[in-house]
């Protein structure tokens, strides 16, 4: 029997969160407000047409995150393929007393979240993002300057994602300690925490790990876009 972990988008998105997801047979595709995230069944021919007509009739770029290279998506070109890291916190890391007022972040923050991730880069994030789980920030002076939340949500898991601070705003604090804000509130449901990262991306990985984060497997995030 698979691990939910194995193939996380699948998992995900018809699971707990498969009301988000657009349907073509055996593939799905996050509807494009909240994700860019896609997924097939399996890799019958079936399935990967399936795939590309939702890639063709909604738009935009899709992401796949699987073990292996996905095969050929007809009416689709890979515009970038990375490998990336999939970690797990069996145990987080104790949190700090924090120096600064950890807040919920609602829908009246949605402009100023979309922007800070657009300026950061934590990876993807749309007008809907914030709308996937439960979103902290950091404000200072009323902006927002921090944040981090949950993305994707297997039974039994719970991403963390999000997690960026303004460039004037880094050396703070503010990523770990809201990193570990929200991986706790996981735990305390009853949920493991997992989140992904480049595989180059060295620092961050070391980021996670001193917070509790473990390896547990090599992911391939494929982006294709319609022909």
Known sequence: MSHPLDRPVWSAF???QSHLALRDGTALRVHPDFGLFAATADDAPGSLEALG???RAHGGEVGLVERFDPPPVPGTTVVKSALCWQMVAEKLAAPKPAAFDILPLTDADAPEMLALATLTAPGPFFSRTHELGGFVGVKVDGKL?????ERMRPDGFTEVSGV????DHRGRGYAATLMLHVAGKMVERGETPFLHSYADNKGAIALYEALGFRFRCEQVLTVLAPL
């Open 14 to 16: 018809t699971g707990r």
């Open 53 to 55: 007509r939702l890639v």
């Open 145 to 149: 300057v921090a944040m981090a939340g």
């Open 164 to 167: 960026c601070a303004h460039p």
